[in-house]
């Protein structure tokens, strides 16, 4: 059974930074596409970043573009989110996800078979 596991949420000040981790058990990591995703309250789930296993470039959300970077360390089966110049607008709970690994990048809900159970970031202003 395939799990997901998040981590390193919290609260935080409005331009800091958090590092979130996503560890992965039960799967083949390096056959999945590894995203992430962020919930607000009274929103839909939206994508944030997504990169492939295969090593293609990462591909964001324009709102996270050049302050968020995602990597993934295939030895620990682990991927991270890195968070930086963080705005109150990135408050949300942070899930990532597992696809399967195939061309083009994932950036819909329904393409993703495995999801974890989701991390609260709060970002005060």
């Known amino acids: 059974q395939a799990q997901l596991v998040e981590s390193g949420g919290g609260l935080v000040q409005a331009g800091g930074s958090l590092r979130l981790s996503c560890a992965a058990s039960g799967l083949m990591f390096s056959r999945y596409e590894m995203g992430w995703f962020r919930q607000a309250p009274g929103k839909e789930r939206e994508f944030v970043t997504t990169?492939?296993?295969?090593?293609?470039?990462?591909y964001y959300a324009d709102s996270v573009k050049g302050r968020f970077t995602i990597s993934g360390d295939n030895a620990k089966n682990t991927v991270y989110l890195q968070m930086n110049s963080l705005k109150p607008e990135d408050t949300a709970v942070y899930y990532c996800?597992?696809?399967?690994?195939?061309?083009?990048?994932?950036?819909?809900?329904?393409?993703?078979?495995?999801w974890g159970q989701g991390t609260q970031v709060t970002v005060s202003s």
């Open positions: 990169i492939s296993r295969g090593g293609s470039q990462p």
């Open positions: 996800a597992a696809a399967p690994a195939s061309t083009g990048w994932k950036t819909r809900e329904y393409e993703y078979d495995y």
